[in-house]
């Protein structure tokens, strides 16, 4: 069983930086690839940015490209996603996922574990 649990979201201008954070307990996700996720209302779950388990792939998506790093902590069990620039366009509930798998895994069917999610919020 893994239990994740994200923090560092907020309410932020347009412009402006957050870094969100997951930390994971039960078991080690250390082999295993991350994903961030994200779900504004009425829309399904998208990948925003994914990394491998031993860090050395990453993928982040074309909305999000040049403006969001994912990072990952195995020797704290940690993952992040270092937010810039953001607009408007990005609220939304940030969510980080477990792979069942090592390699990057782009599709939400891929994951196991979730966690509970932390709101993004961008004003104008």
């Known amino acids: 069983q893994v239990h994740l649990v994200e923090s560092g979201g907020g309410l932020v201008q347009a412009g402006g930086s957050l870094r969100v954070s997951c930390v994971a307990s039960g078991r080690t996700i250390s082999r295993s690839s991350m994903g961030w996720f994200r779900q504004a209302p009425g829309k399904a779950r998208e990948l925003v940015a994914v990394?491998?388990?031993?860090?050395?792939?990453?993928y982040t998506a074309q909305s999000v490209k040049g403006r969001f790093t994912i990072s990952r902590d195995n020797a704290k069990n940690t993952v992040s996603l270092q937010m810039n620039s953001l607009e408007p366009e990005d609220t939304a509930v940030y969510y980080c996922g477990r792979s069942r798998g090592s390699w990057v895994s782009f599709h939400v069917g891929e994951y196991d574990y979730w966690g509970q999610g932390t709101q993004v919020t961008v004003s104008s």
């Open positions: 990394i491998s388990g031993g860090g050395a792939t990453t």
